[in-house]
């Protein structure tokens, strides 16, 4: 597409507008905007969406134990209410894991509930869910087990909270904590998000004292191993020598979260879901936190030099020059010989809370245009950047989410870096507890569209004809239909890694397979295509 | 292993279901609201409900699976969904333009109460519904039985909704498949056809969840029961139920909402069962069995005895869905195998009562467990005890499967990870011979997998 020849965004919002009823289009067009940034525009965002849209978004419940709490193996989740929820969030996300020996705990296989039935909705769940967690101790001896409220428990007032500390104290040797993770809390997967970020830094940050060995510590916040991407970054910071000690939660483990304040750093990568706990650790423990994209190959390069700055060590800086050197060159040589096939082509985004963002880094580095993009669960800061989160309203369903308060601590809290010197990394470019969001790294005429509907995406597609398109499983097929090509990029369509160099280079072979078939052009059949001339017929 | 935590040792639990056999009501109701010709499933309930019912819907079927939600929050939870509803209802009508809207409940909304019939009701007074549109609903709570009985209740919403009497009988023959593919609905419409009866057949998903690709995505694709043919369902002269708990209350509200008369059988799985509903077929038309069914008949019957050898004796674990399971067994021990380990996580007694009955007289052991405590943890544990030969279920199953290194077949729902089930039937003679290849092709290949070199086999 062009946007100058084709519909104008205004035109296009008008008649988006008018479809819906009028109430609703005028929310609608809130949540529409056009990148430009030199007339900076407030985005809608992380506000409920009207009944009755057809809506990408999930719940609070997927957010927290999906999202937030699935990658991590060791856990025994149990999900406390119908059998539903726990069904649906079991392995469905892609979240690989490689467990340390072949007898480590490994329960991300195992799908745990409650199974609740009218009885336990009529006079209350909590014995059910003492016996189900006695049950799983006896069975699995597990070094945790979490609780997650579905939609009922928080209706007919099971105190899940009450339930684990009473359970934690009769193991003794197993930490059990809950989750008030209802699937109506917030407008969408972020308030899961943001449950938690809670939960994990209340019950399990902090209690384990042995620290990592390793001269420059870091975690990595927001990355859970879909597809692999996790074990191609481990594999960067091993070569770099930077020493990984927890990741929240691509392949984790619940030792790794328990040891994680003995970092100096922590990265943050999807910063909708995890910003919350890089904050409260930061508060708490004196690390710092930084933004960083390992989606993409120059970014990733960008993402490993700030460590180095970061860090300031001549011999880490050498060593991570190193590393780039080999891997960077090899991986834009590889994205110049697809770019010849993909050089101004058109993307449109719409996924997540940061991929819609990150992605488009690799879409960059193939000549790829990204027409329009936005979030599924995003928040104004996710669109325009940290500075907007002053003037962010907060309304109801922000407010129904627990603010942790959290405190300097007295024995474990260390100063990593002064003011001055934080200032300094800064000004060098580091996005120090900083987040500049989506669209300043936009064009200008890109449309951004926050929570899009479905009807919305089939209308961007007619005007707008591009050449690919990523979202999720929802909207694959129906966009397909259309002779689009979709690629997932919350599952990545069973495929992956495309995080880091190795990741980047997977990635630009997957479109350049997806905007390069003619089987698209296979859809209408002989019969139906126009006559060709006859051959003349030599006498 | 995948699953290093499964042991021999198979305790009491009376509270905790690991890897469940079944999952919740609104993704079934959801699955039969969309053999509705222009219906729009709608989950009154919060956001994720929706979403996971379509995600699991679509990896299912590799189809778009389009539904809204009446997106519930916490204030909604608290003061009544009525006016998500109402505003959903508006909405849909004004963007989506289906002609029925089928809502179904959740536990979310079961548990504070809110009357479906009341709200849809005040739609319509409020003139939300416009003129010739329907909503129709199903109450399904998540903690009362299972999808299976989801697709149960939708069944009845649609039957109460939108089935109505005339005067005039129209003479024709009512099917209410249970939960079936897309394609096995198909094949059951034709066997009736061919039989010469003139069907109408709800909720009827082909040509909805196998869509063609045709360059344009049909918002509400050619296939399902259209409005007009089921208000005329209650003129029919008689009703077939296929499968006692998906067909079963259908079946029996039609006679007794409309009086016609019906018949239940089991979905037609295997040689036995596709016989009966044959019968069935044939005591409503009156007609002669065509050539075309009685050779579809004996090719299956000669495929099955020219194999018998290397399906007799073979041991065989399975979970799944009732409607399913009670004629899956009956053709594996009609083929002289050993179905020896059944679950199935849908509640009802009348299931293990129809499966005791299979081998009623027959010297066989058979571990049969459904409802509360039979989840895929228990079977994997019998297994451990117990080896089998095959195992057969929907996509979880791969996991215990390849642990246990068992041949593995995939069958029922969902199958996340193969594509063939929304296209090729396992009903009727013909399924049945698809089954029996998938079968055979797994047994055969294992033969020569691990048959040492001077036993392997170049005929078979």
């Given at each position: 597409?062009?946007?100058?020849?084709?519909?104008?965004?205004?035109?296009?919002?008008g008649?988006i507008?008018?479809?819906?009823?009028?109430?609703?289009?005028?929310?609608?067009?809130k949540s529409m905007?056009?990148?430009?940034?030199?007339?900076?525009?407030?985005i809608?965002?992380?506000?409920?969406?009207?009944?009755?849209?057809?809506?990408?978004?999930?719940c609070?419940?997927a957010?927290?134990?999906?999202?937030v709490?699935?990658?991590?193996?060791?856990?025994?989740?149990?999900?406390?209410?119908?059998i539903?929820?726990?069904?649906?969030?079991?392995?469905?996300?892609?979240?690989?894991?490689?467990?340390?020996t072949?007898?480590?705990?490994?329960?991300m296989?195992?799908?745990?509930?409650?199974?609740m039935q009218?009885?336990?909705?009529?006079?209350?769940?909590?014995?059910r869910l003492?016996?189900?967690?006695?049950?799983?101790?006896?069975?699995?001896?597990?070094?945790?087990i979490?609780v997650?409220?579905t939609?009922?428990?928080?209706?007919?007032?099971?105190?899940?909270h009450?339930?684990?500390r009473?359970?934690?104290?009769?193991?003794?040797?197993?930490?059990?904590?809950?989750f008030?993770?209802?699937?109506?809390?917030g407008?969408s997967?972020?308030?899961?998000?943001?449950?938690?970020?809670?939960?994990?830094?209340?019950?399990?940050?902090?209690?384990?004292?042995?620290?990592p060995?390793?001269?420059?510590?870091?975690?990595?916040?927001?990355?859970?191993?879909?597809?692999?991407?996790?074990?191609?970054?481990?594999?960067?910071?091993?070569?770099?020598?930077?020493?990984?000690?927890?990741?929240?939660?691509?392949?984790?483990?619940?030792?790794?979260?328990?040891?994680?304040?003995?970092?100096?750093?922590?990265?943050?990568?999807?910063?909708r879901?995890?910003n919350?706990?890089?904050?409260?650790?930061?508060?708490?423990?004196?690390?710092?936190?930084?933004?960083v994209?390992?989606?993409?190959?120059?970014a990733?390069?960008?993402?490993l030099?700030?460590v180095?700055?970061?860090?300031g060590?001549?011999?880490l800086k050498?060593?991570?020059?190193?590393?780039v050197?080999?891997?960077?060159?090899?991986?834009?040589?590889?994205?110049?010989?697809?770019?010849?096939?993909?050089?101004?082509k058109t993307?449109m985004?719409?996924?997540?809370?940061?991929?819609?963002?990150?992605?488009?880094?690799?879409?960059k580095?193939l000549?790829?245009?990204?027409?329009?993009a936005?979030?599924?669960?995003?928040?104004?800061?996710d669109?325009?950047?940290?500075?907007?989160?002053?003037?962010?309203?907060i309304?109801?369903?922000?407010?129904?989410?627990?603010?942790?308060?959290?405190?300097?601590?007295?024995e474990?809290?260390?100063?990593?870096?002064?003011?001055?010197?934080?200032?300094?990394?800064?000004?060098?470019?580091?996005?120090?507890?900083?987040?500049?969001?989506?669209?300043?790294d936009?064009?200008?005429?890109?449309?951004?569209?926050?929570?899009?509907?479905?009807?919305?995406?089939?209308?961007?597609?007619?005007?707008?004809?591009?050449?690919?398109?990523?979202?999720?499983?929802?909207?694959?097929?129906?966009?397909?239909?259309?002779?689009?090509?979709?690629?997932?990029?919350?599952?990545?369509?069973?495929?992956?890694?495309?995080?880091?160099?190795?990741?980047?280079?997977?990635?630009?072979?997957e479109?350049?397979?997806?905007?390069?078939?003619?089987?698209?052009?296979?859809?209408?059949?002989?019969?139906l295509?126009?006559l060709?001339?006859r051959?003349?017929?030599?006498? | 292993?995948?699953?290093?935590?499964?042991?021999t040792?198979v305790?009491e639990?009376n509270?905790?279901t690991v890897?469940?056999?079944?999952?919740?009501?609104?993704?079934?109701?959801?699955?039969?609201?969309?053999?509705?010709?222009?219906?729009?499933?709608?989950?009154?309930?919060?956001?994720?409900?929706?979403s996971?019912?379509?995600?699991?819907?679509?990896?299912?079927?590799k189809?778009?699976?389009m539904?809204?939600?009446?997106?519930?929050?916490?204030?909604?939870?608290?003061?009544?969904?009525?006016?998500?509803?109402?505003?959903?209802?508006e909405?849909?009508?004004?963007?989506?333009?289906?002609?029925?809207?089928?809502?179904?409940?959740?536990?979310?909304?079961?548990?504070i109460?809110?009357?479906?019939?009341?709200?849809?009701?005040k739609?319509?007074d409020?003139?939300k519904v416009?003129?010739?549109?329907?909503?129709?609903?199903?109450?399904?709570?998540?903690?009362?039985?299972?999808?299976?009985?989801?697709?149960?209740?939708?069944v009845?919403?649609?039957i109460?909704?939108?089935?109505?009497?005339?005067?005039?009988?129209?003479?024709?023959?009512?099917?209410?498949?249970?939960?079936c593919?897309?394609?096995?609905?198909?094949?059951?419409?034709?066997?009736?056809?061919a039989?010469g009866?003139?069907v109408?057949?709800?909720?009827?998903?082909?040509?909805?969840m196998?869509?063609?690709?045709?360059?344009?995505?049909?918002?509400?694709?050619?296939?399902?029961?259209?409005?007009?043919?089921?208000?005329?369902?209650?003129d029919a002269?008689?009703?077939?139920?296929?499968?006692k708990?998906?067909?079963?209350?259908?079946a029996?509200m039609?006679?007794?909402?409309?009086s016609?008369?019906?018949?239940?059988?089991?979905?037609?799985?295997?040689l036995?069962?596709?016989?009966?509903?044959?019968?069935?077929?044939?005591?409503?038309?009156?007609?002669d069995?065509?050539?075309?069914?009685?050779?579809?008949?004996?090719?299956?019957?000669?495929?099955?005895?020219?194999?018998?050898?290397?399906?007799?004796?073979k041991?065989?674990?399975?979970?799944?869905?009732?409607?399913?399971?009670?004629?899956?067994?009956?053709?594996l021990?009609?083929?002289?195998?050993?179905?020896?380990?059944?679950?199935?996580?849908t509640?009802?007694?009348?299931?293990?009562?129809?499966?005791?009955?299979?081998?009623?007289?027959?010297?066989?052991?058979?571990?049969?467990?459904?409802g509360?405590?039979?989840?895929?943890?228990?079977?994997?544990?019998?297994?451990k005890n117990?080896?089998?030969?095959l195992?057969i279920?929907?996509?979880?199953?791969?996991?215990i499967?390849?642990?246990?290194?068992?041949?593995?077949?995939?069958?029922?729902?969902?199958?996340?990870?193969?594509v063939?089930?929304?296209?090729?039937?396992?009903?009727?003679?013909?399924?049945?011979?698809r089954?029996?290849?998938?079968?055979?092709?797994?047994?055969?290949?294992?033969?020569?997998?691990?048959?040492p070199?001077?036993?392997f086999?170049?005929?078979?």
């Amino acid at each position: 597409m062009s946007t100058s020849s084709s519909l104008p965004f205004e035109e296009f919002r008008g008649e988006i507008a008018k479809a819906y009823p009028s109430k609703v289009g005028k929310k609608r067009m809130k949540s529409m905007i056009q990148a430009t940034p030199r007339e900076p525009r407030e985005i809608q965002a992380n506000v409920r969406t009207v009944p009755g849209i057809i809506s990408q978004r999930g719940c609070t419940y997927a957010g927290c134990k999906g999202v937030v709490l699935g990658p991590t193996r060791d856990i025994v989740n149990i999900t406390h209410g119908p059998i539903g929820c726990g069904f649906y969030s079991w392995l469905t996300r892609r979240n690989q894991t490689r467990p340390e020996t072949p007898e480590s705990e490994n329960y991300m296989t195992y799908c745990f509930s409650t199974d609740m039935q009218d009885e336990h909705i009529v006079f209350g769940g909590e014995t059910r869910l003492k016996e189900a967690i006695q049950e799983a101790y006896d069975l699995f001896h597990p070094k945790a087990i979490a609780v997650f409220s579905t939609c009922p428990v928080g209706l007919i007032g099971d105190d899940v909270h009450a339930v684990a500390r009473e359970m934690k104290a009769k193991f003794g040797d197993c930490n059990v904590f809950g989750f008030s993770c209802e699937g109506y809390k917030g407008v969408s997967q972020s308030a899961g998000h943001h449950i938690a970020n809670n939960q994990i830094f209340k019950h399990v940050v902090g209690t384990e004292d042995e620290a990592p060995e390793g001269e420059f510590r870091v975690n990595l916040l927001g990355e859970y191993n879909i597809g692999g991407d996790a074990f191609e970054i481990e594999e960067l910071f091993e070569a770099c020598g930077i020493t990984l000690v927890s990741t929240f939660s691509g392949n984790s483990t619940v030792s790794h979260f328990a040891r994680a304040h003995h970092a100096d750093l922590n990265l943050v990568m999807c910063h909708r879901s995890i910003n919350y706990l890089a904050e409260m650790m930061e508060t708490k423990y004196g690390i710092p936190w930084m933004k960083v994209n390992f989606i993409g190959a120059a970014a990733t390069a960008k993402a490993l030099r700030k460590v180095g700055e970061y860090f300031g060590d001549e011999a880490l800086k050498a060593k991570i020059e190193k590393v780039v050197a080999g891997k960077l060159t090899e991986t834009q040589e590889y994205a110049a010989e697809v770019r010849k096939r993909t050089q101004g082509k058109t993307a449109m985004l719409f996924v997540g809370g940061s991929r819609a963002h990150h992605y488009q880094e690799l879409f960059k580095e193939l000549g790829m245009k990204t027409i329009a993009a936005g979030y599924e669960f995003g928040h104004r800061d996710d669109y325009e950047g940290r500075t907007v989160i002053p003037d962010i309203t907060i309304d109801a369903d922000t407010r129904n989410i627990e603010e942790l308060k959290v405190e300097r601590d007295p024995e474990l809290y260390r100063e990593r870096k002064t003011e001055a010197e934080l200032e300094a990394l800064k000004a060098k470019g580091l996005e120090i507890a900083d987040y500049e969001g989506m669209i300043p790294d936009m064009d200008p005429e890109a449309f951004v569209i926050d929570d899009v509907s479905h009807y919305e995406l089939e209308k961007l597609m007619e005007h707008y004809k591009p050449d690919l398109i990523c979202a999720g499983i929802k909207e694959k097929y129906a966009v397909q239909k259309w002779g689009v090509p979709l690629k997932q990029l919350h599952n990545y369509d069973y495929g992956g890694p495309y995080a880091a160099f190795g990741g980047a280079r997977n990635f630009y072979e997957e479109i350049d397979r997806m905007v390069g078939s003619k089987l698209w052009d296979m859809v209408t059949p002989p019969w139906l295509r126009p006559l060709e001339p006859r051959p003349v017929e030599i006498v | 292993m995948l699953l290093r935590h499964t042991s021999t040792d198979v305790a009491e639990r009376n509270a905790l279901t690991v890897n469940p056999a079944k999952t919740c009501q609104p993704i079934g109701a959801m699955y039969a609201a969309l053999g509705i010709h222009g219906c729009l499933p709608h989950s009154h309930g919060s956001q994720g409900c929706c979403s996971y019912h379509r995600s699991t819907l679509t990896r299912h079927y590799k189809e778009p699976v389009m539904a809204a939600t009446s997106s519930f929050t916490e204030g909604a939870s608290v003061f009544g969904g009525q006016a998500n509803l109402l505003k959903a209802i508006e909405t849909i009508f004004s963007v989506y333009k289906p002609e029925v809207i089928a809502v179904h409940s959740t536990c979310l909304s079961e548990t504070i109460g809110d009357d479906l019939n009341q709200i849809v009701q005040k739609a319509r007074d409020d003139g939300k519904v416009p003129e010739g549109k329907k909503v129709i609903f199903a109450s399904t709570p998540s903690y009362v039985g299972s999808h299976v009985t989801g697709y149960a209740n939708m069944v009845q919403g649609i039957i109460r909704g939108l089935v109505e009497r005339h005067a005039e009988p129209t003479g024709k023959l009512n099917i209410i498949p249970g939960w079936c593919e897309p394609a096995d609905m198909a094949e059951i419409k034709r066997i009736a056809l061919a039989m010469g009866a003139d069907v109408t057949m709800f909720p009827d998903t082909s040509n909805v969840m196998n869509a063609p690709m045709t360059g344009k995505h049909e918002f509400y694709p050619r296939g399902g029961a259209t409005l007009e043919e089921l208000s005329r369902a209650g003129d029919a002269a008689y009703t077939i139920g296929l499968g006692k708990f998906t067909a079963g209350p259908g079946a029996e509200m039609m006679d007794k909402n409309f009086s016609t008369p019906h018949s239940l059988q089991d979905l037609p799985y295997g040689l036995a069962a596709t016989d009966r509903y044959i019968m069935a077929l044939k005591r409503v038309t009156g007609g002669d069995v065509p050539e075309e069914l009685n050779t579809e008949r004996g090719r299956l019957l000669d495929m099955m005895t020219d194999m018998h050898q290397y399906l007799h004796g073979k041991r065989v674990a399975i979970f799944g869905d009732p409607d399913l399971l009670v004629p899956l067994t009956e053709f594996l021990r009609d083929l002289d195998m050993r179905p020896v380990q059944v679950i199935s996580g849908t509640p009802g007694k009348a299931f293990a009562k129809r499966m005791k009955e299979l081998f009623e007289g027959r010297n066989a052991q058979v571990n049969i467990k459904n409802g509360q405590g039979a989840d895929m943890f228990l079977l994997h544990q019998w297994m451990k005890n117990e080896p089998v030969d095959l195992l057969i279920g929907n996509s979880y199953g791969k996991y215990i499967a390849r642990d246990e290194d068992t041949s593995f077949l995939r069958m029922g729902f969902p199958i996340l990870d193969r594509v063939g089930h929304s296209y090729f039937p396992y009903v009727g003679y013909t399924g049945a011979m698809r089954l029996l290849e998938k079968m055979l092709g797994l047994f055969m290949d294992r033969q020569d997998r691990d048959a040492p070199e001077e036993r392997f086999e170049l005929a078979m």
